[in-house]
């Protein structure tokens, strides 16, 4: 559990600016500036800075001006409409000291920054690894990474410091001054940066290039017209507007990786930040996604997403088949309708399996297998991938290692190999049967009489899945005892003494659970909880300021059960922002869904 | 669970690395082995330089002027610590002796012709020839002498905090004329501490000055153009503030753009692309911003030399590789000629380039600038980051 810090205000930046989150992914936000029934801009966004081209406010809500010529020197960041309340003057007007700023390659020197802090934070990479006391500060409005230009050159430092301000700071606008551009934003914006400025583009236009979201080219003047600088502005513009709405669409993701592509730096800086997140283990991630949402894997970037990865590695690694179904493994093709179930192609190979205790088990790219079990999960139910039918080697290499990962905790008998893949006779020292269209069903039908496997009703192997699909996303099923299925597929009940105690929601691949089901899941700790305090009487949903500590392994659309200040378990709610945001973050944290 | 109040080790970065101070980043360089074996390579007997270039009299007559530049144990502030941008130590030897002095003296009268054709000789040791740690008073009292004695207008180099009114006095009883040149680099104690170490103030600068005043002596301001941690655009307006405010205290401003000696902090910054030597754009700039003020409808109050050392070269000050030689040439006459006119009809499309880098450098919180790589392709310019 993490102790919150102190906060000013649910949907307020740290110095009190109208700030809340429309939409997220992952790191990326939208963050709408001024009030919230009627923002004034949205992020990401512009900070004009002196002798600038004029833009409008929902362009560029901020700008940035230096005072005088001291060293070092000062700025005043002002808001070019009324962003703070009471929403009537031109505010805020934030006062920023730059402070004096080592390069990084002189990040290891002891050498404490005289920068500002609050409301606006002056950041370098040398700050970072020396000024103990950033940690424990009031919550910035702002915080500038002054040496991000020279940072951005060092990939991985460069990843790595933006994931840790991001999460540190998680109520504040960040801003990499000059290091923006149509070419990069996409990619800066995944990695959380929030406000722009002109002078990439103004270099490039300088230079006679106009810079796109595809990198710099040259005009066609008869094509074209003039090389207005009002050429640059759209292109940031349209860039803009296609990544909110990517935002919007939770397909941030599959625009970076075409952004990336633009320069060597930026895919390097993607493949940084997945590894970092990778390794992490990080929790952040989404557990639940609608159905509607479609993950398009048609890069191969794709494969080193931390979802894919985070999956390949736990169906290598601790995905178990239930112990009832450890004799006969029966390996499936993918299909492109999901869940596979809901395929014609799985249809059939359902109905010439039948209801036995036998293991099925997809062979797809990237996430290389699919239990059945588990194949109404995110990601799973959700991505998409061009077909082509060949499989190259890192696909093979995935599918192999997860496969083999199995085969080393539970020793099958024997493996029907229908999928397609080239296993051999034998993997891992199992037979292997191969089949087609034409022998499965007769080799099905053989593998069940000479290994002796039963049938399994539609009841308990619906609860089988249940049980899987708990101890995949929080360890165990310990829940489900006691439980029973009651109604009719597809839309089961768990029932629990007669009452209603669950259900699976199928639009977003979770379990609902009945208030009577909250305190036997508090008392078998399954879910992620968080204490809030409460003033007078509970009605609103969560938010950052009512957070006295939370679970770090909360993530977007889990169920979590919310305990009082003195540990009274008080309801639940679904988690609208992952745990990161939870420790002064803005807006709200989780939708209530049951007051007890 | 995880508790945030735990958590000990309070930096940002959860990955601690090792601090340091940055004296022993400054310092490091010199202990590496190469840089060791290099300097004890010199020989003792021959200054590490001996060359003639041309320069104005004190009257602004044209001239010709004899450098020689001594190899000796070097800068005692550089023995204690030392400044960032600082080379010099490359040059020097730990064991030089008063007798390896005069076979250098020698060597370079022979060379040069027992200095015949020179009204002018600038004797520099990396250091300061009046500080008695680093130069044996003998030679120290021989060099002013020696120049007193072949008529030669002699210009040394010197810290401030060995101008004392003793000193001075002394000096000026064996040589009355001389030039006393100070690197002061910066007019602004925050650089000289932040930027440049340079280890005195402008407190000290001013004793210094007031007593070379006392003694009659001619001053020589250094200017440091970008020094360190420093962006294009801030070190074009405070360079201009600095000249400025130095103008009233010194015979000659000489503006040094840095440029990058090997095995320096500076070097290290260079090669990671934190830091880019000057443009010859921004000495032009900087010439025609403060023309007006160092000559007053045509008074000259004081001479503004430019020199910029590799001009040109990646190390040293430079533009896009197309109109280097012809700036750098007009840079160079400038300082000769004193006339702006030495920049008419000078242009290249880089410019353009640089003047928006200068704009961002100077609106925007980029410490160490927005400058990309100026020689680089158009179309690969973004590619860096």
């Excluded at chain 1, 020396?130 to 430092?157: F, G, H, M, W, Y």
């Excluded at chain 1, 292997?432 to 039908?445: D, G, Q, R």
């Excluded at chain 1, 399954?526 to 939370?550: C, E, H, Q, R, Y």
Aim: charged share 25%.
């Amino acid at each position: 559990m993490i102790q919150s810090n102190e906060s000013d205000g649910g949907s307020m930046g740290g110095d009190g600016f109208g700030l809340d989150i429309s939409a997220r992914q992952r790191y990326a936000r939208i963050f709408k500036l001024g009030n919230r029934k009627e923002p004034l801009a949205r992020t990401p966004a512009l900070i004009l800075y002196d002798d600038d081209y004029d833009l409008p406010v929902n362009l560029a809500p901020f700008k940035c001006s230096r005072i005088g010529d001291s060293l070092p020197p000062n700025f005043l960041i002002k808001g070019r409409g009324a962003l703070s309340p009471p929403f009537e003057e031109p505010s805020p007007i934030w006062e920023f000291k730059q402070g004096n700023v080592l390069p990084p390659t002189l990040s290891e020197t002891e050498i404490k920054s005289d920068g500002s802090s609050t409301p606006v934070l002056s950041l370098s990479l040398q700050r970072m690894m020396q000024d103990s006391d950033i940690v424990n500060l009031k919550q910035p409005s702002l915080v500038i990474v002054t040496d991000a230009v020279q940072l951005a050159n060092r990939s991985k430092e460069f990843v790595e410091a933006m994931l840790i301000v991001r999460e540190t700071f998680p109520s504040a606008l960040i801003w990499c001054p000059g290091l923006s551009g149509p070419d990069n934003i996409a990619l800066l914006t995944w990695l959380g940066v929030d406000l722009h400025d002109l002078s990439r583009s103004r270099q490039a236009h300088s230079a006679g290039m106009l810079l796109t979201s595809n990198g710099p080219r040259n005009i066609e003047l008869d094509l074209e017209g003039d090389f207005l600088f009002e050429l640059q502005v759209e292109e940031w513009k349209n860039e803009i507007v296609t990544i909110r709405e990517s935002i919007r669409k939770l397909k941030l993701r599959e625009l970076v990786e075409k952004r990336v592509l633009n320069y060597p730096k930026l895919v390097e800086q993607l493949r940084f930040h997945d590894y970092l997140l990778e390794n992490r283990k990080i929790e952040s991630l989404t557990r639940h996604a609608s159905r509607d949402r479609v993950l398009q894997c048609n890069s191969l970037s794709v494969r080193s997403d931390p979802i894919i990865r985070e999956w390949t590695r736990k169906v290598s690694s601790q995905y178990v088949p239930h112990n009832s179904r450890q004799k006969l493994l029966i390996l499936l093709p993918c299909s492109a309708k999901k869940p596979y179930r809901i395929s014609r192609s799985h249809k059939r190979y359902r109905y010439e399996i039948g209801n036995i205790s036998a293991t099925e088990i997809s062979i797809t790219s990237p996430l290389g297998l699919v239990p059945r079990e588990l194949e109404e999960l995110w990601p799973a139910a959700n991505y998409d991938i061009p077909v082509t039918g060949h499989w190259d080697a890192e696909e093979i290499r995935i599918v192999e290692n997860s496969l083999s990962g199995i085969l080393d905790r539970v020793k099958f008998e024997l493996i029907i190999n229908n999928s397609g893949f080239d296993l051999g006779n034998e993997f891992c020292g199992i037979k292997v049967i191969e089949t087609n269209k034409e022998t499965f069903s007769a080799e099905v039908k053989k593998a069940k009489e000479e290994l002796g496997i039963q049938e399994q009703s539609i009841k308990v192997n619906r609860m089988i899945e249940y049980q899987m699909i708990s101890k995949w996303h929080y360890g165990s099923f310990s829940w489900l005892d006691g439980t029973k299925l009651a109604g009719k597929p597809p839309h089961w009940k768990i029932e629990k003494e007669g009452k209603p105690f669950a259900r699976w929601n199928h639009l977003n691949s979770s379990f609902s659970f009945s208030k009577a089901a909250l305190p036997v899941l508090a008392g078998k700790n399954t879910l992620p909880s968080a204490k809030i305090k409460l003033d007078g009487d509970w009605n609103g949903d969560v938010f950052a300021p009512m957070v006295i500590s939370f679970d770090n392994l909360i993530r977007v659309g889990d169920v979590v059960l919310l305990y009082s200040q003195d540990d009274a378990l008080i309801g639940s709610g679904i988690a609208q922002a992952p745990a990161w945001e939870w420790n002064n973050g803005c807006g709200r944290l989780a939708k209530v869904r049951h007051r007890l | 669970m995880v508790n945030i109040s735990t958590n000990t080790d309070k930096r940002v970065f959860l990955e601690k690395k090792e601090s340091k101070k940055l004296h022993f980043l400054i310092k490091a360089p010199e202990n590496y082995s190469y840089n060791i074996e290099k300097k004890m390579s010199w020989d003792a007997n021959k200054p590490a330089t001996v060359y003639v270039t041309p320069e104005l009299t004190k009257d602004g007559e044209v001239c010709k002027a004899a450098t020689v530049i001594l190899r000796t144990k070097g800068c005692h502030w550089w023995w204690s610590s030392g400044c960032t941008f600082c080379g010099y130590f490359n040059d020097t030897r730990d064991d030089v002796t008063n007798e390896n002095l005069h076979e250098q003296w020698n060597y370079s009268k022979r060379k040069l012709n027992d200095f015949e054709e020179v009204q002018m000789i600038k004797v520099y040791t990396s250091g300061s020839l009046l500080e008695d740690r680093e130069i044996p008073i003998e030679f120290q009292e021989f060099v002013l002498k020696e120049t007193n004695k072949l008529g030669k207008h002699l210009v040394i180099e010197s810290r401030t905090e060995q101008l004392t009114s003793e000193k001075l006095s002394w000096a000026k009883k064996i040589n009355s004329d001389f030039t006393v040149a100070i690197g002061l680099e910066a007019y602004d104690d925050e650089v000289l501490r932040f930027h440049i170490n340079k280890g005195f103030t402008l407190k000290s600068w001013h004793k210094a000055v007031e007593q070379l005043k006392k003694h009659n002596l001619r001053i020589k301001s250094y200017l440091m153009f970008k020094p360190p941690f420093m962006s294009e655009g801030e070190a074009l307006t405070q360079c201009i503030k600095w000249i400025k405010s130095v103008i009233e205290d010194s015979d000659e401003i000489s503006i040094n753009p840095m440029n990058i000696q090997r095995g320096t902090i500076i070097d290290r910054l260079y090669r990671n692309g934190d830091y880019r030597p000057p443009w010859l754009w921004s000495l032009v700039e900087l010439i025609k911003k403060v023309h007006d003020f160092v000559q007053p409808n045509g008074e000259v109050l004081s001479r503004l030399i430019v020199h910029p050392t590799a001009a040109g070269k990646p190390r040293g000050a430079h533009n896009c590789g197309k109109c280097d030689v012809e700036v750098a040439a007009a840079i160079e006459r400038y300082s000769v000629s004193r006339s702006l006119e030495e920049f008419t009809d000078l242009n290249c499309k880089c410019r353009l380039r640089w003047k928006e880098e200068i704009h961002s450098d100077q609106n925007l919180p980029v410490p160490i600038g927005v400058g990309l790589n100026r020689r680089a392709n158009v179309e690969n310019l973004f590619s860096s980051y």
